[in-house]
């Protein structure tokens, strides 16, 4: 993935502590969230019923769907109920005042060949 370059997606300051907000990077749907320390990025779509994560409340390392409580570890994007299933995880860093993720285009979706 280290040929996948960072895009900015907001100013240091723009996301208080303890909340996520929602970007569009690559064509995906990116939650960023903000610990009061550091900055973590993962997949914004539950994979249940496809709420934003981005909205969901946050402590701990851990976000919670707002829609039916499910709970995802923003380290390694794994459901808290069943670490198998898990959300993806994007690389985050800080260029001066600027949030930046590092997120792969979107995988093309192949659907079933109908005779």
Not at 14 to 38: C, K, Q, S, Y
């Amino acid at each position: 993935m280290t040929d996948v370059p960072f895009t900015p997606v907001a100013k240091t300051g723009d996301i208080p502590a303890g909340e996520g907000r929602t970007f569009e990077v690559a064509g995906r749907l990116v939650a960023v969230f903000f610990d009061g320390a550091a900055y973590s990025a993962i997949d914004d779509l539950c994979p249940h019923m496809g709420a934003s994560l981005g909205s969901g409340p946050f402590c701990d390392g851990v976000v919670t769907c707002p829609w039916h409580a499910w709970r995802f570890r923003l380290a390694d994007g794994a459901w808290c109920d069943n670490p198998k299933l898990k959300v993806d995880v994007f690389e985050t860093r800080i260029v001066g005042d600027t949030i930046e993720v590092r997120v792969p285009p979107a995988r093309p979706v192949e659907l079933p060949h109908t005779p």
